[in-house]
T-cell receptor
Framework: DTEVTQTPKHLVMGMTNKKSLKCEQHMGHRAMYWYKQKAKKPPELMFVYSYEKLSINESVPSRFSPECPNSSLLNLHLHALQPEDSALYLC???????????????FGEGSRLTVL | EDQVTQSPEALRLQEGESSSLNCSYTVSGLRGLFWYRQDPGKGPEFLFTLYSAGEEKEKERLKATLTKKESFLHITAPKPEDSATYLCAVQDYGGSQGNLIFGKGTKLSVKP
């Protein structure tokens, strides 16, 4: 069983909707991530939070807005998405050692997003 | 530029037929090489970390090894439940800001 919980598992939204993806972990990890994965492709990094502060934004369009309310929670707010944004969105967490993120990521099961 | 190449793209095995998956990499300074397993529609599951050439890690039927240019994931006497996509990723000390660089994966199918 994964220790990173993502909700909802499936989401269908129109291009004018506003929705949010949620992620929670209780492993005490201080780094949290959002990845996007298309079919038959590896995960693609979107955002990284370290100590609840946004540390990396991989040039993601502003229609994706991340939020880290506390060390256990991570949200991804979605607005005015395009059909090409349909994908599996993965949340992950990892430890920080001497301020550096480890490569041992723990992923949630993902939220399957379909944009109509 | 950091690169990770996995081969083959897909591998079909009979149950009990041992084989290896390859991950070749180019990084300025290797901080770690990681293997993940991903089942369809699920998030990747961490398997192994390797830090230096010559290192080996084992877990059940899987054994990961590392050289200065590549890593192998050896699967001994696989079972159908080993069917999944296996992802290799590297982390370097250089310009990728500590982010993982993933290969495209090897899709393994094990038939009974």
């Amino acid at each position: 069983d994964t220790e990173v919980t993502q909700t909802p598992k499936h989401l269908v939204m129109g291009m004018t909707n506003k929705k949010s993806l949620k992620c929670e972990q209780h492993m005490g990890h201080r780094a949290m991530y959002w990845y996007k994965q298309k079919a038959k492709k590896p995960p693609e990094l979107m955002f990284v939070y370290s100590y609840e502060k946004l540390s990396i934004n991989e040039s993601v369009p502003s229609r994706f807005s991340p939020e880290c309310p506390n060390s256990s929670l991570l949200n991804l707010h979605l607005h005015a998405l395009q059909p090409e944004d349909s994908a599996l969105y993965l949340c992950a967490s990892s430890q920080l050692t001497s301020g550096r993120r480890t490569g041992e990521l723990f992923f949630g099961e993902g939220s399957r997003l379909t944009v109509l | 530029e950091d690169q990770v190449t996995q081969s083959p793209e897909a591998l079909r095995l009979q149950e009990g037929e041992s084989s290896s998956l390859n991950c070749s990499y180019t990084v300025s300074g290797l901080r770690g090489l990681f293997w993940y397993r991903q089942d369809p529609g699920k998030g990747p599951e961490f398997l192994f970390t390797l830090y230096s050439a010559g290192e080996e890690k084992e877990k059940e039927r899987l054994k990961a090894t590392l050289t200065k240019k590549e890593s192998f994931l050896h699967i001994t006497a696989p079972k159908p439940e080993d069917s999944a996509t296996y992802l290799c990723a590297v982390q370097d000390y250089g310009g990728s800001q500590g982010n993982l660089i993933f290969g495209k994966g090897t899709k393994l199918s094990v038939k009974p």
